[in-house]
Every structure is written in structure tokens, then in C-alpha cells.
């Protein structure tokens, strides 16, 4: 879907609505905007008689804010969920066996291809097995990611296609589990998931094009007017820029790449821009280590369900550690993952280094900062380190988190009042596909740290629970701040670029509950209005 026309050169002055400010809703105001920026923002009486002949939009009560900027999402990832079967949410093995079913009926040719299933949700709570696909998909070869992405159930005709036996070896950075005997069950995590999924087909440029769009689509529908996508590689990174070139993107585009050492010294050599526009390279998405769903997170101590393992190095720390600070030096951003305790330490420690040997101008991020140790929580603020979390991860996490972390550690999850606390930047996502990227969600998931049905009573860890404001600034100018465009985005004020979000609610006073169901109202991009259907 093409943008919009370029914004009508006449100044439009929107009105009726509480503006949302860096102190929260403000009845009376209104906002100018013209040529794709906010010209003037104070009393409606003001701005009016300032701009006498401008067109006037009276917007019905509710709520005007900065349009949201989805800080940490995988943008084809979520634009591929339509290609592909939908576990998420079930409730036990039965239940992916027949939604299987049915789908591989449907779509008889190629891969089985699904996402979302989530064992710690089942009833005895044990990964699933390739035996359990075998009698549904025959010599037909199956791949389906867990929830977090970090693992993935496939069955024994796709065991058979990657040659992985009781003899192979288990990748760096990755791990075949095995039954008793030593045989292959058909999980494979981290590193060892790309045995399988290097052998699945490219999508076309064109089938690539079309799953950004529609992931992009999707976040405008919820709001986002610019999102950080995070893991680019060299098609998708061609992709946007024809796209951006055609002027076919829905919204703006911070790319961060994969950390592939060439893909990364030929962009980074180029010089990040410094004018705001629909696409820009922003830095390189490096991994340390996994997921907790699957025992991948990197932790300080063996797991307490299961002693025998502390998680895994997704990638060699000191190679981290040199990359990041070519990113930095570069000018760009690097955006470390570190999920566990121990890879929040180490990605500290190497970002210290870093930062000693040049500071650039944005600020380095460390993304999830899931599992953190109080000591550790405190240097984000001081090293200037952007806590890119996900509130909603603690809400859909927090009845098995306890298990993986035991009763002297479960304290170091989610520790966001910390973060602030401390004065380190806080910036908001949802790590779609992985979470619903739905914002009011995470929203809600902040201010309660409870899950839609209440649970757990008063909130997971509550101590560490944020403000409205809190949140909605994390969704809007911390964001914008993260990403070092604090002057053009996240804020209604004057200079930035008109991207607006209106909500026909009280946002700073509707209740959690209602939060949750709340949806977009008008979407303005660059000035001029778009639909948020898709």
C-alpha cells in the first residue's frame, strides 16, 4: 500500500482532545501542524488566533498523543504469521496436534511451517517430540518455532534432511536435545535451530516485500508510526530500501542489522543519516545468549529445574564485545540481547569497554534485560544503557518464571523500577511476533505486571511496577531518545514531525481493564492521515 500524498501545504490545527505532554493529559491545548510538522502546540484560543485561516480538525474528547514507536519488534516475523500455523495460546500437546492437522490439510504443498507453542503452558509442562508429528506430516518436513523463537519442534523427515543423528554434534551456540538413548527428539535450540531452517526455501524478493508490508501494516493498525526492527539481513535490507525508494512504506523504519560481520562493515562504512526519514540503518542486533522459556537464557547459576545446565552463549561474548565497539565507533547503535543474568553482566561489562575506547552519539541498548542482579540493574543508568524491554514478557512468563529461577534469585526478574530508579532510559516494545504487538496491552502489563485474567494477585514482583506515564513515555519519547531523535519524534511539540495518535478515551484515566481493549482511534503519519485497517 502506497503512502499518502505529501501533507497539504495549509496549516490544520487539531483540537477537542487532552494533549498528551512529558506531565500527562492537558485539556485546552491544540496543535498546528504544516508540511509534516507541528508548527505550534498551546491554548486553542492561541494557537487559533495565530493561525487564523488554518483548517480546523475538532476531534471528539479523547486523548492526542505522539504516534508510538514500537522499540523492539521483527517486523517480517510478524508479516509471515499469515503464511504460516498459528500455535500460540493452546493448551496442551492434543491441541497442536489437531490445529496441525487441520492446517497441513489445508495447505497440502511445501514445509510445515508454524509458530507459538509454548510447552510451559501444558499440563506436564515436557517439550514435544518429532514422534508426535511424525504420524500428521509423513515424509512431509515440519518446522515449528517456539513462542520465543529460540527453539524449534520438528519432526524426523526434517531431522533426516539436515543429517542430524545421535553422532552430531551439538552446534556453538546451540543444543539438540536427546532422549536417554542419545537420539535426537526433535527440539532443537538456538543455534542448532538453524541446522533445519537453513535448509527451508527463500521467499521471493516480491513474497519478502509483501511480508514487510504486512508486518508494518499491522503495527500502524495498533498505532506505531515508526518501528526499531531488530535483525535485518542483506535481502530484507534491500527490500526496504526499494520499498522506501517506491514510498511504500506505512511507516518509518530503524533497521538494525544481523550481526553478520560483512553485511556489517560494508553498512556501517556508509555513515548513519542524520535527517529523519522513512528508513535509516540504526545499528546491529547482536545475541549473547537464548531464551528462559527454553533454558537458553545465560544465568550466573545452574537453572533450578534443571541443574545441569546454565543456558548457552548464542555467540562468543569477546566477539560481541569487538563488534559492538566497531558500531559505536561507527556512529551507530549496537543492540546487545541478553535475556539471562549472566549475559546482562557480560553485556555490561563489554559495553563499559567499549564505551571507554568512544562514545557515539547514540546510546548503546541491551534488549529483553529480562534476569538482572540489583548490582547489575543499578550500571544501566550509569553507563547510559538503554533498557529496551517488553513488559508483556513478565505478564505471559511469570507462572513458570519462578521454577527456572528458584526462590533466592526469582527477585532479579523484570527489575524495570530498578532500571528507572537508577536513571537508565527505558524504551518500550513488544517482540512481535513473539508477544502480541499490541501496545495498550503492554501498557497494562507495566502499571500491573498481571496478565489479562488478574493474575498473579497484585502483580509479579510489584515493587517493580511503572507508572502510566511511566509507560506511555517509554512507548513515545524514550523511545525516541533511544533511538537519538528526541527532537523529531515521541513528543508533541513544536519542530517534530506531525506523527499522531488519537484515542477516543482518557488515557491517563481509564483502568487497566479498559486499557487493555482500548484501540486506535486516527493515525496521522508525516502530517497526513492514514487508515489504521489493514
Excluded at 504544516?34 to 505550534?40: L, Q, S
Excluded at 524495570?416 to 513473539?434: I, K
Excluded at 501498557?443 to 507508572?467: K, S, V, W, Y
Aim: glycine share 10%.
Amino acid at each position: 500500500m502506497p503512502l499518502p500524498p505529501p501533507p497539504p501545504p495549509s496549516i490544520q490545527i487539531l483540537a477537542g482532545a487532552d494533549l498528551w505532554t512529558a506531565q500527562g493529559p492537558q485539556s485546552g491545548q491544540a496543535l498546528a501542524i504544516r508540511k509534516g510538522k507541528i508548527v505550534a502546540v498551546g491554548p486553542v484560543e492561541a494557537v487559533a488566533k495565530a493561525h487564523p485561516k488554518a483548517q480546523r480538525i475538532d476531534l471528539p474528547g479523547g486523548t492526542l498523543l505522539p504516534g508510538l514507536i514500537e522499540g523492539h519488534a521483527h517486523v517480517g516475523g510478524l508479516g509471515a504469521l499469515s503464511r504460516k500455523v498459528d500455535l500460540t495460546g493452546l493448551a496442551d500437546l492434543h491441541s497442536a496436534q489437531a490445529r496441525l492437522r487441520t492446517w497441513s490439510a489445508a495447505h497440502p504443498q511445501g514445509w510445515l511451517l508454524g509458530r507459538g507453542w509454548d510447552q510451559n503452558h501444558w499440563p506436564d509442562k515436557q517439550f514435544p517430540k518429532a514422534v508426535d508429528l511424525d504420524a500428521l506430516t509423513g515424509s512431509r518436513p515440519a518446522f515449528l518455532q517456539r513462542v520465543d523463537g529460540h527453539a524449534a519442534w520438528v519432526n524426523s523427515a526434517a531431522l533426516a534432511m539436515a543429517g542430524i543423528g545421535p553422532k552430531t554434534p551439538d552446534p556453538a551456540g546451540g543444543r539438540i536435545l536427546r532422549d536417554a538413548t542419545g537420539r535426537p527428539t526433535g527440539i532443537l535450540l538456538d543455534a542448532a535451530v538453524d541446522l533445519v531452517e537453513k535448509l527451508i526455501p527463500e521467499p521471493s524478493s516480491a513474497e519478502l516485500e509483501a511480508r514487510l508490508k504486512a508486518g508494518l501494516t499491522a503495527l500502524r493498525a495498533n498505532g506505531f508510526t515508526a518501528v526499531a526492527d531488530m535483525g535485518v539481513g542483506a535481502r530484507e535490507l534491500a527490500a526496504y530500501r526499494r520499498m522506501a525508494a517506491a514510498g511504500t512504506l506505512p511507516i518509518r523504519v530503524f533497521a538494525y542489522l544481523n550481526h553478520d560481520h560483512r553485511l556489517m562493515l560494508r553498512e556501517l562504512k556508509q555513515g548513519r543519516a542524520r535527517n529523519l526519514s522513512f528508513f535509516q540503518v540504526q545499528g546491529v542486533k547482536f545475541y549473547l545468549d537464548g531464551a528462559l522459556g527454553s533454558r537458553g537464557a545465560r544465568l550466573l547459576a545452574p537453572y533450578a529445574d534443571e541443574p545441569s545446565t546454565q543456558g548457552l552463549w548464542v555467540t562468543d561474548p569477546i566477539k560481541v564485545g569487538m563488534d559492538a565497539s566497531i558500531t559505536l565507533r561507527a556512529g551507530y547503535q549496537p543492540a546487545i540481547h541478553a535475556i539471562g543474568d549472566a549475559a546482562n553482566r557480560v553485556a555490561l561489562e563489554l559495553l563499559a569497554k567499549a564505551l571507554k575506547r568512544g562514545r557515539g552519539p547514540l546510546p548503546p541498548r541491551i534488549e529483553h534485560a529480562q534476569i538482572v542482579t540489583a548490582e547489575d540493574a543499578a550500571r544501566f543508568g550509569k553507563l547510559r544503557v538503554v533498557a529496551s524491554v517488553q513488559p508483556v514478557h513478565c505478564t505471559s512468563d511469570h507462572s513458570w518464571t519462578p521454577a527456572r529461577l528458584g526462590p533466592e534469585r526469582v527477585d532479579e526478574a523484570f527489575p524495570w523500577r530498578s532500571f528507572a530508579s537508577g536513571g537508565a532510559l527505558l524504551a518500550f516494545g513488544s517482540d512481535a511476533p513473539v508477544e502480541d504487538p499490541n501496545p495498550y496491552i503492554s501498557i497494562a502489563a507495566a502499571e500491573t505486571r498481571q496478565d489479562p485474567a488478574g493474575n498473579p494477585p497484585g502483580g509479579f514482583l510489584p515493587q517493580h511496577r511503572l507508572t502510566r506515564l511511566e509507560a506511555v513515555r517509554a512507548y513515545t519519547s524514550g523511545n525516541a531518545e533511544a533511538l537519538g531523535r528526541a527532537k523529531d519524534l515521541g513528543a508533541l511539540q513544536k519542530g517534530a514531525v506531525a506523527d499522531l495518535l488519537w484515542v477516543q478515551a482518557p488515557l491517563g484515566e481509564i483502568s487497566p481493564e479498559a486499557l487493555r481493549k482500548l484501540r486506535p482511534g486516527r493515525l496521522w503519519v508525516n502530517g497526513v492521515e492514514v487508515p489504521l485497517a489493514h
